[in-house]
């Protein structure tokens, strides 16, 4: 074993320490007991956790344990509570490449839910990696549609786009960049299959866009991956006409969503006032 080997094993059992310190009994539902003198889990309580022996977790913790195979790694990040990052920093240390993610997160963090709250005087959407709106705020709501009353199937905007019958000249929210936001949802959907090759719902939400869509196939067929943004575009609103906004977009790289957030162009600002005023309501349907 050379040097860096070597290194790379006791920087493994200094991280499995270290992360079995912070976790306290309660954490994980077991009895703390008298005479703890450990500030976390036992080792034996950590190999109980991972269905391992507790002389191979020992001899981990003491970098003199053969290499963890993928399994094993695997119930380690589960008894120990590890984040995403910290997994992938687990496998590195034991020299085995994480595995891709299972598929397309459609957990949004609590705090980004907040700051779309946050944002009364702009439009915002939290979209997964496969276009599927997973989070919105009340303004949102007003320039596109209500999302709560929609099953999880019509929330996804690839299938709206593509698959939704309209009549010609007609697009998804009246908007102005039908070409380039198609276009950009191809690319971005080609890079998220190659991303999750073995996620069932990617793989069904790409045929039925290839099989029911021949402007989608011809897309997909382009190979294209790169896209530039939109920065502004215009909505077709039912009741208040022509929205013009801005559009950015926040990464979410950690869990491969998107935040989009849409402000007024100059000379809509009192449409999107009115939006905030109005809500969700039609006044365009008699009552």
Known sequence: ?????????????????????RITPADVGIP?????????????????????????????????????????????????????????????????????????SREVRPSIVQLLDRLPEAAAVVMSATYEVIA????????MEDFSLLPRRDRNLARRTFLTPREPGCSLYGVSDTDAFSRTMAQHLRA??????????????????????PEFAALWAAHEVA?????????????VGFVAVH?????????????????????????????????TQRMDVPG
């Open 1 to 21: 074993m050379n040097r860096q080997e070597r290194e790379r094993e006791r920087d493994l059992a200094d991280f499995l320490r270290s992360r079995r310190e």
């Open 32 to 104: 703390a007991g008298p005479r703890r003198r450990t500030p976390g889990l036992r080792r034996e309580e950590v190999a109980q956790l991972a269905y391992i022996s507790t002389e191979y977790y020992t001899r981990l913790e003491q970098a003199r344990a053969p290499h963890p195979s993928r399994e094993v790694l695997a119930q380690l990040a589960r008894a120990l509570r590890l984040t995403d990052p910290e997994r992938d920093h687990l496998h590195h240390l034991a020299g085995v490449p994480p595995s891709p993610p299972p598929g397309p």
């Open 136 to 143: 919105w705020n009340s303004l949102a709501a007003a320039l």
């Open 192 to 213: 998220t299959a190659a991303r999750y090759p073995d996620d069932q719902e990617v793989r069904t939400l790409i045929t039925e866009l290839r099989t029911g869509s």
């Open 227 to 239: 896209s530039r943004p939109t920065l502004c575009k215009t909505f077709q609103h039912p009741t």
């Open 247 to 279: 559009c950015d977009v926040l990464d979410i790289t950690d869990r491969d969503q998107r935040v989009f957030i849409y402000t007024a162009a100059p000379g809509s600002e009192e449409a999107m006032r009115l939006l905030s005023v109005i809500g």
